[in-house]
């Protein structure tokens, strides 16, 4: 390897083998289903909606320090489930109370308190359009998915506020008053015999996180007890799979975090479908690309994770321990739910690593600092586009010293390319001798053949890194840059980025030395135009990045061939 244009067939090639292996790691398809399978499983999910077999699986989780005035639980409890039998939902038409945050618009179902349908405002679904991102949903257009929460006892038979009891509400709409911090939206349940629980949901301004809160009044005789649960129920319908569109390569589907490991969990694996594990300091989501539903119970707490799958329908639950409210005491249960984009600074303070929700997958621990420059970059001057130019620049003063290097031995190779020539003419038949007499003269000269390749192969972790962060960082999509740039993550529009990449990439060549063999050189001199071919359909931060790199690179690089040639006229004079 003896110029830097041959890098750039290698970087192509690690890219789209890179990128081919994501989507397979991404994509690890099921078992094919038969098709009176498949029928089946679409009429049961439309017949039952809430109910994947069971609503809450069954769980033996650990006994909780109990509540004021509680007197001691067993040492494990099975949970039951709470599900009504199959065929038995929460109806689809159930009254629903209507909340308004100045980023979330919401219905709740009074029917358990089901989160039904969740519409973000401010990240509409087409840029320019009015119809923003949904995350739950109970029409089947876009597949069933709600996150369903309760308290379930711990025998069967006992009502419990679970997510089949009907609450009822004081409003059918809560608004977040102008200059208010917090909206509660509380819903009431009682079982008839001195028990009473409400189950508040906590919005604050500015947030997409939920604390969701269960008080419990216990004015009858007996001890009444409970373990809380959560679960998100959806029907994962797959993502189109191309190499145009970012959300090819963005995983989709269930994954947890059990206090150490977060997991991604793939539906068609047999492993991952029989999941029911016990955690501490752990949580739940639902992921798609851009956005996500999580669920985090309170820290400290071991509660019982488990996924049910059927087909491309996933149950993915955590159930806490079993409580117990003495009659005349108050006991409280809590979670704490999180519906939208992935803004890291927001998850950061809702969960444990839940920020890891934004997945940069193996790559991360070059992302993330990645990502942490650009954002406080883009606090500066207030676009990304500009923070993406910055961030290149100063990634490009890191990496001076070594491109440095690498530029001094490929302008001293360009100085002796007549020399060179010379010696192809004297060898022309002698390939060998060639070689040898090629490398006598670059250790004469002490220059390292290969030394321009260097800076490209230790760049190109920092550009796959880019890449990811680009196409995984919500707050980046739809982002503007100027002029017809108005989407860094996804591609450019007219393709005129590209275009002065292919231009900045030839006049890069132009400043190298010139491959001894023909054939190479030829195809060298085209590579650029096929790389932006390539680099067409990537997002256009991602391009521009490159332009940037590639610019500052041919400026440094005129700069050093500049004081080599001038070093080489002074020796000869």
Known sequence: MTTNPRVFLWLGLVLLGWL????????????????????????????????LEENVPQATVPTATTTTGATAAPESNDVPATAAPAGEEAPAAAPTVHVVTDVLDLEIGLVGGELRRADLPGYPLVKGKSQPVRLFNR????????????????????????????????????????????????????????????????????????DLEYRVKNAGAAPWNASSYAQILRDNIPVKRSMFSPDSYAFKGPAYFDGTKYQKLKIGDEDDRRLSLDVTGGWIAGMQHHFVTAVVPPAGETTRISLKADGEKYLLSTVGPMKTVAPGATGVFSERLYVGPKLQAQLET????????????????????????????????????????????????????????????????????????????????????????????????????????????????VFLAFYWVLLESVEMRQAPFMLWINDLSSRDPFFVLPAIMAAAMFAQYKLNPAPPDPVQAKVFMVMPFAMS?????????????????????????????????????????
């Open 533 to 573: 071919v390539m680099f067409a359909f990537f997002p256009a931060g991602l391009v521009l990045y490159w332009v940037t790199n590639t610019l500052l690179s041919i400026a440094q690089q005129w700069n050093i061939n500049r004081r080599i040639e001038g070093q080489v006229a002074r020796s000869a004079g």
């Open 20 to 51: 081919n292996y994501e989507t397979w790691m991404r994509d690890y398809a099921p078992k094919p289903k038969s098709p009176s399978e498949i029928a089946q499983a679409a009429k049961e999910a439309e017949r039952r909606g809430a109910v």
């Open 139 to 210: 029409d089947g257009a876009q597949g069933f998915y709600v996150l369903q929460s309760g308290l379930t006892g711990d025998a069967k038979g006992e009502a419990r506020p679970t997510h089949l009891a009907a609450y009822s509400a004081t409003a059918t709409e809560y608004r977040l008053a102008a200059g208010a911090n917090e909206l509660r939206v509380p819903l009431t349940w009682t079982d008839g015999h001195g028990v009473t629980v409400t189950k508040t949901f906590v919005f604050e301004r500015g947030r997409y996180d939920i």
């Open 350 to 461: 809702t969960g444990p690593e839940l920020e890891r929700v934004a997945d940069y997958g193996l790559l991360t621990p070059l992302a993330k600092p990645l990502f942490i420059l650009l954002k406080w970059l883009h606090k500066l001057v207030g676009n990304w586009g500009w923070a993406i130019i910055l961030a290149t620049c100063i990634l490009k003063g890191i990496f001076y010293p070594l491109s440095e290097k690498a530029g001094k031995s490929m302008a001293k190779m360009k100085t002796l390319a007549p020399r060179i020539k010379n010696l192809q003419e004297q060898y022309k038949d002698e390939r060998e001798k060639l070689g040898r007499a090629m490398m006598e003269l670059y250790q004469r000269e002490k220059i390292n053949p290969v030394a321009g390749c260097l800076p490209i192969l230790i760049q190109m972790p």
